[in-house]
């Protein structure tokens, strides 16, 4: 009677160990991928932003709040900016402002004049000829 209780436990035991390891091999894998997903934040983190610029017209500058809204195109792209790069800026300028983003925000680190479009200033230039 020992041995059959005995053979019973074993095959229990041999049933369970079977039963349960893909869950730990799943378990396994579903941790090595949650550390490799961290590595890749951190290493975005630490990578350094890449600058981007954007030409238009200034909408709206707020030197003292260091804010500044440029439409380019179809759409008003908002920087933030130090005071010093919007002293001069004006509504209605055309500019082009290099930036990059960070937590979400478009940091503005050069705010400089730029030219008028070629189509426009031919504009210009034909309604002065004409006038």
């Given amino acids: 009677m020992r041995s059959k209780w005995f053979l019973w436990v074993v095959a229990v035991l041999i049933g369970s160990a079977l039963a349960f390891a893909p869950m730990t091999f799943?378990?396994?894998k579903k941790a090595e991928k949650k550390a490799e997903e961290k590595m890749?934040?951190?290493a975005e983190e630490k990578a350094p932003a890449k600058a981007k610029s954007a030409t238009g017209e200034v909408a709206s500058v707020d030197?003292?709040?260091g804010m500044l809204a440029v439409k380019v195109k179809d759409k008003e792209m908002s920087?933030?900016?130090e005071t010093k790069l919007l002293e001069k800026t004006k509504v209605g300028d055309r500019v082009t402002v290099s930036y990059t983003?960070?937590?979400g925000k478009m940091m503005a680190s050069?705010?400089?004049a730029a030219k008028a479009?070629?189509?426009k200033a031919e504009k210009?230039?034909?309604k002065e000829t004409k006038k």
């Fill in 26 to 28: 799943a378990a396994e």
């Fill in 40 to 42: 890749e934040k951190k």
């Fill in 63 to 65: 030197a003292k709040a």
């Fill in 79 to 81: 920087f933030t900016a």
């Fill in 101 to 103: 983003e960070k937590e």
């Fill in 110 to 112: 050069s705010v400089k």
């Fill in 117 to 119: 479009p070629a189509k």
């Fill in 124 to 126: 210009e230039e034909k």
